[in-house]
């Protein structure tokens, strides 16, 4: 079926544009939802006014999608899990409790698409989840999944911690072997010196033989 885009359909078109989509999806989804119309005679003369009011719409979004972003960047949210012992969770983490957790916290509510994760989360830990709102608009939280009966802050408190000692142990950490290599090649070449040295001494300082009359 041919529409005319009454508003913009993410990843379809924008609002003012005509295309040709499917009977079903033009039937059970964008005209009952008023976001595009048959391509009769009256709608197509009314494409301009379409693509100006969805641009308008759409300058409006981004900037209300900006002050989401600002409101959520850096928000800390933390879900409870069953796990085994070996920190694997019973069931998983979804974009849809993350968004719904979060929700919780702030008061703002996402869509679940809108959450960045490419699979579930299977384990306990602590992740920075990124959010795609709008095209060129993101944020990121950091979520932190723990096991039912544990305390969620001293989880993440020896994260860091351990975090921290590996960054430590990198910075600070020599080979050994480069350093005892360089050590033994000094050493060779401090021996070989000195032994020269004497070689040189010895023949300077023994008295040469004189034959006797």
């Known amino acids: 079926m041919r529409v005319v885009f009454i508003e913009d359909v993410e990843g379809v078109a924008l609002g003012g544009e005509v295309k040709e ?74 974009g849809t409790m993350v968004a719904d957790v979060l929700a919780e916290k702030t008061g703002v509510s996402i869509e679940r698409r809108l959450v960045q994760l490419d699979d579930p989360i299977r384990e306990v830990g602590t992740y920075e989840i990124p959010l795609r709102l709008y095209a060129e608009v993101s944020a990121s939280i950091k979520l ?25 142990s990198e910075d600070t950490d020599t080979p050994e072997d480069v350093i005892e290599n360089d050590e033994i090649v000094d050493s060779g070449e401090l021996i070989s010196q000195s032994t020269d040295s004497e070689q040189g001494k010895t023949v300077e300082d023994d ?3 004189t034959p006797q009359e």
């Open 21 to 94: 989509v499917k009977n079903g999806f033009a039937r059970n989804y964008l005209i009952p939802k008023n976001l595009a119309a048959p391509a009769t005679h009256n709608n197509l003369q009314r494409m301009h006014k379409f693509s100006k009011d969805a641009a308008v719409s759409r300058a409006q979004r981004l900037d209300d999608m900006k002050e989401i972003a600002n409101t959520l960047e850096g928000t800390e949210v933390t879900i409870e899990m069953r796990a085994g012992a070996n920190n694997r969770l019973y069931g998983s983490v979804t």
């Open 144 to 168: 932190t999944v723990y096991a039912t009966g544990t305390d969620p802050f001293e989880m993440v408190a020896e994260e860091d911690e351990n975090q921290e000692q590996t960054r430590i």
């Open 207 to 209: 008295p040469e033989e």
